[in-house]
């Protein structure tokens, strides 16, 4: 239960400040400094994991696209809320073999926004994810069955922080780039005794694997 408690703190800010930004909305009929509204994006992400050099590892280049909330430019003060769609994951290489670990999320994140100027908003929150998918191309097979379920590797929950800036050249259309650190390990803690092939792209167990992942975007404010 304790390893969830993070992820259970961030779905409950992500409620109050939906909620807080839901309250403002029904003031529309009242002069106000912030302005809230729906908005689509979409991007790069080149991502890789920490500790790379012990799987001469390489970073991998991938997407994102969502939907948001949140609020713009009138106010100094803001909050963001994204529901996204992320491609990460890392390649590496070994003395038998060579491949890439690509790796399917939806995550969901809450924003503090802060408006430096009418064009310019910085961004820092918290983002949680949760894994669809995991695949892996490879130079050369496991061989094991057990192996080849790459996904059972996996922990399924990853939490982290995230924060960057965007830039809103004009009324709609926005410009950003961003950093994502997870803190949760990527793998599981594995029984390798039952594994007599250990693939190369499952490190030891000792080793703490953790996504990072800088983004690049554009997108539309309604």
Do not use: W
């Not at 909050?79 to 995550?107: H, N, P």
């Not at 669809?132 to 069955?145: D, E, P, Y």
């Amino acid at each position: 239960m304790k390893k969830y408690c993070p992820l259970l703190l961030f779905f409950v800010l992500v409620l109050s400040f939906t909620s807080s930004a839901q309250k403002d909305s029904t003031h529309s009929n009242k002069k106000s400094s912030v302005r809230n509204g729906f908005g689509i994006k979409a991007g790069l992400n080149f991502a890789n994991v920490t500790n790379l050099s012990s799987i001469n590892g390489s970073s991998e280049t991938g997407f994102h696209a969502g939907v948001f909330f949140g609020s713009f430019n009138k106010g100094i003060i803001g909050s963001r809320t994204e529901l996204m769609y992320s491609q990460q994951g890392y390649g590496y290489s070994s003395d038998t073999s060579k491949g890439t670990v690509k790796l399917s999320y939806i995550q969901l994140a809450q924003f503090f926004a802060i408006n430096a100027s009418k064009y310019v908003q910085i961004q820092i929150g918290f983002q949680t994810g949760y894994l669809l998918t995991a695949n892996v191309k490879s130079s050369m097979s496991t061989g094991n069955a057990q192996a080849d379920k790459i996904l059972d590797f996996y922990n399924r929950f990853d939490y982290g922080i995230s924060g960057g800036f965007e830039i809103h050249p004009f009324e709609g259309l926005l410009i950003g780039s961003r950093y994502t650190y997870s803190f949760s390990n990527l793998y599981k803690n594995i029984d390798y005794s039952n594994i007599s092939n250990n693939p190369s792209y499952v490190p030891s167990v000792n080793v703490d694997f953790k996504n990072n992942v800088v983004q690049i975007f554009v997108g539309y404010r309604f």
